[in-house]
């Protein structure tokens, strides 16, 4: 049974950190590209961050330069550590994992940047 579980959400204030975790179980995880999403209110779904089964990285314009995305195949687990947050980094962030036309997605880690 394929699981992608984030973990590591919750209520931090500007300028705060958080690193959210994803864990994978179900498939080969190292073969997979892994992908963060986020969605806030009203708003559609919009890419954050990507690492390749090489360790490439790309970031959206938004978070380039305060958030870094990692991966740890032992552990079957993708990171996004967020540093520098701001009030409309609040959203729910969402796991990814894509292997040619096979795309799996986790439930989501609601994250709120507020004082």
């Known amino acids: 049974q394929v699981q992608l579980v984030e973990s590591g959400g919750g209520l931090v204030q500007p300028g705060g950190s958080l690193r959210l975790s994803c864990a994978a179980s179900g498939f080969t995880f190292s073969s997979y590209v892994m992908n963060w999403y986020r969605q806030a209110p009203g708003k559609e779904r919009e890419f954050i961050a990507r690492?390749?089964?090489?360790?490439?990285?790309n970031y959206a314009d938004s978070v380039k330069g305060r958030f870094t995305i990692s991966r740890d195949n032992a552990k079957n687990t993708v990171y996004l550590q967020m540093n520098s947050l701001k009030p409309e980094d609040t959203a729910v962030y969402y796991c990814?994992?894509?292997?040619?036309?096979?795309?799996?997605w986790g439930q989501g880690t609601q994250v709120i940047v507020s004082s």
């Open positions: 990814n994992a894509v292997w040619r036309v096979v795309n799996y």
């Open positions: 690492i390749t089964t090489g360790r490439s990285t």
